[in-house]
Nanobody, 115 residues
Framework: QVQLVESGGGLVRPGGSLSLSCAASGRTFRTYAISWFRQAPGKEREFVAAIMWTTRYADSVKGRFTISRDNGKNTVYLQMNSLKPEDTAIYYC???????????WGQGTQVTVSS
């Protein structure tokens, strides 16, 4: 079993940057794909980015967001640049056996992009 804890959310102005972290417990962390999802008010949860042996991004964040992982620290990062108001959402990380899978979820962290 994997427990996930997100951090790094906050309020940022349009064009700004934030870095989210997803810290995981468990010795088998390196065997899991880690994905970021987000859910804006009134909208369905959507895929943002994922990493395992490779990376994958939603078209809406390509070129602006970068996902990376440090297996020694059991942590996955999401660097978000050139943020837009439409990036406002609760961001969740999830772990699974393949990219996009979500067997385990974190509690989420709020990201608000507003002037």
């Amino acid at each position: 079993q994997v427990q996930l804890v997100e951090s790094g959310g906050g309020l940022v102005r349009p064009g700004g940057s934030l870095s989210l972290s997803c810290a995981a417990s468990g010795r088998t962390f390196r065997t899991y794909a880690i994905s970021w999802f987000r859910q804006a008010p009134g909208k369905e949860r959507e895929f943002v980015a994922a990493i395992m042996w490779t990376t994958r991004y939603a078209d809406s964040v390509k070129g602006r967001f970068t996902i990376s992982r440090d297996n020694g620290k059991n942590t996955v990062y999401l660097q978000m640049n050139s943020l837009k108001p439409e990036d406002t959402a609760i961001y969740y990380c999830a772990a699974g056996g393949r990219i996009g899978a979500s067997d385990y979820w974190g509690q989420g962290t709020q990201v608000t992009v507003s002037s």
